[in-house]
């Protein structure tokens, strides 16, 4: 079946360490993306990717990095500079960049700094 | 900057009644799209239904539809004939339909609780 594969579905990091979650989709997609959801808020755009080898800053960029080596993959690290990193990751991916298509998500990681 | 802004953290609707939660944006742009997702207790998202800001009719997915005025930028979701299975958080959603990929800017949530 067709779709968005993210894990773990929950990470433990320790103070200092990068941690990377890992986002996969076999739909064929060209643009996916990195949302963070905190409680009592929506999601925020971390990072989005439109093609293989470009990515773009979301509004939350900092402490984030990510890579897009190939078109099913999207991986997300967690590196020690964010300083409040515990929340729910999601990744999504559409079809094309233009905003009228359905995003599909995955169904997230949950990261706690232990 | 786009806004998105949902006023009802949690409602709650009697099995087969109808609920309408709201929606209202900030945006300066003419040309873009309003979604609703659903995010059940799996916590995967799902598109529920979506509105192009330059139609007038308002889009309907069976017992889901919206409410798009585009004057007062608000959009609200009306669920008619509301099952147990329709508890989950939902988020409005803003996209614009040009310039880059980034979109979509969404609201906080708002929590619905179904009783049977």
Redo the contacts between chains.
């Keep these: 079946d067709g779709g968005i594969t993210q894990s773990p579905k929950y990470l433990f990091r320790k103070e200092g360490q990068n941690v990377t979650l890992s986002c996969e989709q076999n739909l064929n997609h060209d643009?996916m993306y990195w949302?963070r959801q905190d409680p009592?808020?929506?999601?925020?755009?971390i990072y989005?990717s439109?093609i293989v080898n470009d990515f773009?800053k979301?509004d939350i960029a900092e402490g984030y990095s990510v890579s897009r080596e190939k078109k099913e993959s999207f991986p997300l690290t967690v590196t020690s500079a964010q300083k409040n990193p515990t929340a729910?990751y999601?990744c999504?991916s559409?079809s094309h960049?233009?905003?009228?298509t359905?995003?599909f998500?995955?169904?997230?990681t949950r990261l706690t700094v232990v | 900057a786009q806004t998105?802004t949902q006023s009802q953290?949690e409602m709650s609707v009697q099995e087969a009644e109808t609920v309408t939660l709201s929606c209202t944006y900030d945006t300066s742009e003419s040309d873009?799209?309003l979604f609703w997702y659903k995010q059940p207790p799996?916590?995967?998202?799902?598109?529920v239904i979506?509105q192009?800001a330059y139609k007038q009719q308002n889009a309907t997915e069976n017992r889901f539809s919206v409410n798009f005025q585009k004057a007062a930028k608000s959009f609200s979701l009306k669920i008619s004939d509301s099952q147990l299975g329709d508890a989950a958080m939902y988020?409005c959603?803003y996209?614009?339909?040009s310039g880059?990929?980034?979109?979509?800017?969404?609201?906080?949530?708002t929590q619905l609780t179904v009783l049977p």
């Design positions: 643009a949302y009592g808020q929506g999601l925020r755009l989005y439109q773009q979301g729910f999601l999504a559409r960049p233009w905003v009228g359905e995003a998500f995955g169904q997230g | 998105v953290p873009y799209y799996s916590r995967q998202m799902i598109l979506r192009e988020f959603a996209g614009i339909s880059s990929a980034r979109q979509l800017t969404f609201g906080s949530g």
